[in-house]
């Protein structure tokens, strides 16, 4: 705790003044704000055919939040940092042994009124219970695989004290529990701690119900946020937790955040389990990764070691993982939340501020020590620290997570949502423009032509009707292409789905049979090779590189399909308006940038089982050729499944990016479509009245009507261009902030 | 002599353990009086989980370099010399000397571990061997550095309260044979850092069911205290090796 440090009471005690952590998501706040608002007026302005599109983009406006999850070794701090962050100390249940068992959403989002349920508890399903209690889950089931028949001792011990205790806590009926889910109004640390904290070992018959065992998830719901941009933070349970059902079931919970934070602890920074998994997430998740070291009050030679510390994890991240620039935080969460409290008033500020004698912390710590434990009935008393503080010099490092954060948002799927919505309007408006502006100019010709004689307006009546048929051919032909676009683009599809199947599929089998040979060679020259492992990360980004390539070719095609449909919706355009320049359907629609899902590659497959297992299965199967050939089917069953999800991946991808397609130049047709259809009808009316039927009543009803139309028109031009101008600098603003945390 | 000379300069750098109350030194035993084969300690755990500043607590002294940033590069082997040493094992297991700060520039020679000789009391019985820590991702140093457990009389593996018993050392252990686990020691570290008078109760209730029974026994330490129970351990340790 720096008492070594010579002078460091001479430190100036003033704290850096305490601001609030920076407002996490505010650039693209204020985008998704401007949006919302656009979306209704655009509403407003235009048909129902929009209706459909507007309320997609509303929808995803509202709900869409930026998932940011909390991922570390346990003991980490990562529920510290999480209340750091959320600027409510004290809210998630923290404890000096590993104490989140379940992955638990908290949902940030401004609102006038509080939520319906401030926190919901989803138990396990019967069937996952069974799963997990009975068959130890995706461990169990690799573990079988690789050496069938062992079920590791200390798995089965942990599975039995699951079971016993979840029967001790909830009464021997407990499995009726099961497939519940437990609302709440309000959250309190003591409901919290019943769902999520693993509490402890013996002392709970006949207290209050502990769930724990049996929950499976828990989001919790906040109506004031902390934060700019709607954000749900995803606590975790810590990996390398040797409890093994715990570490499985978080594994498997983490489904595709926004952003990770990586939280790691400055006194064992960056073991080899952390760079595994910050390879993996690499792999998988590029550019939106940020390190926290956190516990960084802890070092006991603050003042010397933090810039080293630091120094140290920046070079050994550069070295071990050379292609990327994981943004680095170093802080104290824990002081961090001492700040809030002090700040809050519940802690005297100078038990923040003022620095203990050198001489005595030692000594008093070491009396400490000397007592014998006394019992664990003062345990949560408060979240008061029984330690002196002299740590006031440093940064707890919020307001640059936060920053950091923001940075990353700024270039994530959200920033590229926001963007696609922003054009997706603009593209609605202008087709309205072009629309609003060709019935302008024929109500405009019309109202002309009638002053002028009757012959002429039998003339331009008939030729209007000439272009409006003309419209109608290129309509049908235009939906007749839409047809043949479609089964194009999904015979692009259909295609890099074999490419991917087969390709994939040699890729793995290569692989499988090299690492055999390689295994079997090393066996004949050297008998025990109890420290071999074999490496399966070539092979994962193997697999990525030609998946990536495969998908990025036909999205390519898709592009170029995409290209040959824009030519034909623009010649109807010009058909209806030539001298219109509006800049319409240019470019591709999908977002620069978006990536198909690589998430299968992070599964665990049965070659990351550890050194241990690996020695027993050596020691099971004594014939070289025996092992080496075992050893490729189990790469290959683990490997041809994830190829198989990776597939799945690839279809999902350019499927949705095909219905955007065509929800793209359906939207425009349809809305080129009304307005024809508008113009036919009033059209039938002028042939009417120019045949005769009707009086001259009609006819003036009908002059005065064209009249305000195209007043209405006129108007809407205005309000159209306005829109635009708008769309345009959030799409500028967007962009900016992109641009800006690229180079930051 | 000429060493000695050299030695010197890094010499200087060892200085007692601030607050260390040494149970040993006041009674120094006559040199003429037949010892007991002192007992070897390897001391083993991840990385920055305390194992130098252990040895250095065991030995009343800063005899080692102990630090968050470089970590221990090589087993070092402390025993009792009537003068202070510094030797480095090479090749063909010879010996050449070396200063602390030599040891992290480019060296000419392959070391294979490092030798302390000092003459301080408590290593009359004891022989202390620091290893480099577990976890850093090279596994061949990491498997070298188990093998060394093989031949000592006990083990102490540590393991850092703020951060204690993860799965990768209860592997790492339990990778280890029987036999050497049986001498095991589980040490738990940094107890000074812990934050709060329970949280050492909470800590040691949980260790005591789901690691110390994969040890013969399990202690506490800090930089500037040893639990009473390692001595006693190592003391109880001492007789078993030596009988």
């Keep these: 705790m720096g008492h070594e440090a010579p002078g460091l009471g001479e430190v100036s005690p003033v704290e850096p003044p305490s601001q609030p952590a920076e407002t996490i998501g505010a650039p693209l706040e204020a985008a998704r704000t401007a949006l919302r608002d656009l979306v209704t007026r655009v509403g407003g302005l235009l048909g129902e055919h929009a209706a459909p599109l507007l309320d997609v983009a509303r929808r995803q406006l509202e709900e869409r939040s930026c998932r940011i999850a909390v991922i570390g070794q346990i003991k980490a701090g990562k529920s510290t940092f999480i209340n750091a962050l959320a600027r409510r100390p004290g809210l998630l249940p923290t404890d000096i042994n590993p104490w989140t068992v379940v992955v638990t959403a908290l949902h940030f989002r401004a609102a006038p009124t509080p939520p319906e349920h401030a926190a919901v508890f989803h138990l396990f399903s019967v069937d996952e219970w069974r799963e997990l209690a009975e068959g130890g889950g995706r461990l169990r089931e690799l573990t079988e695989r690789l050496v069938p028949g062992f079920q590791s001792d200390l798995l089965r011990a942990q599975l039995e004290v699951m079971r016993k205790r979840a029967e001790r806590r909830l009464g021997p009926k407990f499995p009726e529990l099961l497939g519940q889910c437990h609302r709440y109004q309000t959250v309190s640390p003591q409901v919290l701690a019943d769902y999520v904290s693993a509490g402890d070992a013996d002392t709970w018959p006949g207290q209050r119900r502990h769930y724990s065992d049996i929950t499976r998830s828990a989001e919790l719901h906040f109506n004031d946020s902390p934060f700019a941009f709607p954000i749900t933070l995803i606590d975790t349970p810590g990996t390398n937790d040797p409890f093994l059902v715990r570490d499985e079931i978080t594994r498997r919970s983490l489904e595709n955040p926004d952003i990770y934070v990586f939280v790691v602890s400055a006194l064992q920074p960056l073991s080899a389990g952390d760079i595994a998994m910050l390879r993996l997430l690499n792999g998988l998740h590029k550019d939106r990764i940020v390190v926290f070291i956190n516990r960084a009050d802890q070092l006991p030679n603050l003042s010397a070691d933090a810039p080293e510390v630091k120094a140290a994890i920046e070079r050994r991240l550069r070295t071990e993982l050379p292609s990327l620039n994981i943004p680095v935080v170093f802080g104290s969460a824990w002081l961090g939340n001492l700040r809030l409290q002090a700040e809050a008033g519940a802690l005297p500020p100078s038990a923040t501020r003022e620095p203990t004698p050198a001489s005595a912390a030692p000594c008093a710590r070491e009396a400490e020590l000397r007592r014998r434990p006394e019992t664990a009935s003062d345990h949560h008393a408060g979240s008061e620290p029984a330690r002196a503080v002299p740590a006031v010099h440093i940064s707890c490092g919020m307001a640059e997570v936060s920053a950091a954060i923001t940075r990353l948002m700024c270039t994530s799927g959200i920033a590229m949502l926001l963007r696609q919505i922003a054009l997706c309007l603009a593209e609605l408006v202008r087709t309205a423009d072009v629309t609003d502006r060709a019935e302008l100019q024929s109500i405009l010709e019309l109202i002309e032509a009638r002053r002028r004689e009757s012959e002429t307006l039998a003339r331009r009546v008939a030729e209007e009707e000439r272009s409006l048929a003309a419209f109608e051919d290129h309509a049908k032909a235009l939906s007749g292409s839409f047809e043949e676009v479609e089964a194009h683009f999904r015979g692009i599809i259909a295609t890099a789905r074999e490419l991917l199947h087969s390709q994939l599929g040699t890729t793995v089998r290569e692989f499988a049979s090299r690492e055999a040979a390689y295994l079997q060679q090393a066996l004949q020259e050297k008998q025990r090779c109890s420290a071999w492992r074999c490496d399966v990360m070539p092979l994962r980004e193997e697999m990525e590189e030609a998946y990536l390539a495969i998908v990025e070719r036909a999205a390519k095609d898709l592009d170029q399909v995409e290209g040959l449909l824009y030519p034909q919706l623009r010649m109807i355009v010009s058909s209806l308006l030539p001298t219109y320049h509006g800049g319409l359907l240019e470019g591709p629609a999908w977002p620069e940038g978006a990536k198909p899902s690589v998430a299968p590659l992070g599964d665990r497959v049965t070659v990351d089982l550890s050194v241990s297992l690996w020695r027993r299965w050596f020691s099971s199967r004594r014939i070289s050729k025996e092992r080496a050939n075992h050893l490729r089917c189990l790469i290959e069953d683990d490997f041809l499944k994830i190829a198989d999800e990776l597939v799945q991946e690839a279809e999902t991808y350019l499927t949705e990016r095909v219905d955007y397609i065509m929800g793209r130049v359906r939207a425009v047709s349809s809305g080129l479509k009304t307005g024809v259809e508008r113009r036919t009808a009033n059209l039938a009316r002028e042939r009417a009245l120019l045949e005769g039927v009707g009086d001259a009543e009609a006819a003036e009803r009908f002059e005065t009507e064209q009249r305000q139309r195209a007043e209405a028109c006129r108007e809407r031009q205005g309000a159209y261009a306005a829109v635009l101008a708008e769309l345009q600098s959030v799409i500028e603003g967007l962009d900016g902030a992109q641009g800006e945390s690229r180079m930051g | ?243």
């Design chain 2, 1 to 243: 002599m000429t060493e000695t000379a050299d030695l010197a300069p890094s010499l200087g750098k060892i200085r007692p353990a601030a607050g260390f109350a040494s149970d040993y030194g006041e009674t120094p035993a006559p040199a003429a009086v037949v010892r007991p084969k002192p007992v070897r300690v390897v001391v083993i755990g991840e990385f920055n989980s305390g194992k130098t500043t252990l040895v250095n607590a065991l030995l009343g002294a800063a005899v080692l370099p102990a630090s968050f940033t470089t970590h221990t590069a090589y087993p070092t082997v402390v025993r009792f010399a009537a003068r202070p040493s510094l030797r480095a094992e090479i090749a063909q297991r010879r010996r050449v000397p070396f200063a602390w700060d030599e040891l992290d520039g480019a060296s000419t020679h392959q070391i294979r571990r490092l030798h302390v000789g000092m003459p301080l009391d408590p290593l009359r019985t004891l022989r202390a061997v620091d290893t480099p820590g577990l976890g850093l991702g090279d596994e061949s140093l990491d498997a070298r550095t188990l093998r060394s457990c093989r031949s000592a009389d006990v083990v102490i593996w540590c393991t850092p309260a703020m951060q204690a018993w993860k799965a990768s050392e209860q592997r790492a252990w339990l990778a280890l044979p029987q036999a050497a686990r049986r001498r095991g020691l589980l040490a738990v570290t940094f107890m000074d850092q812990l934050r709060g008078a329970s949280d050492a109760s909470r800590l040691l209730a949980r260790l005591s069911t789901d690691a110390a029974p994969l040890f013969k026994r399990m202690v506490t330490a800090s930089a500037h205290a040893v639990d009473p129970d390692l001595r006693a351990a190592l003391a109880a340790g001492a007789t078993e090796a030596g009988g």
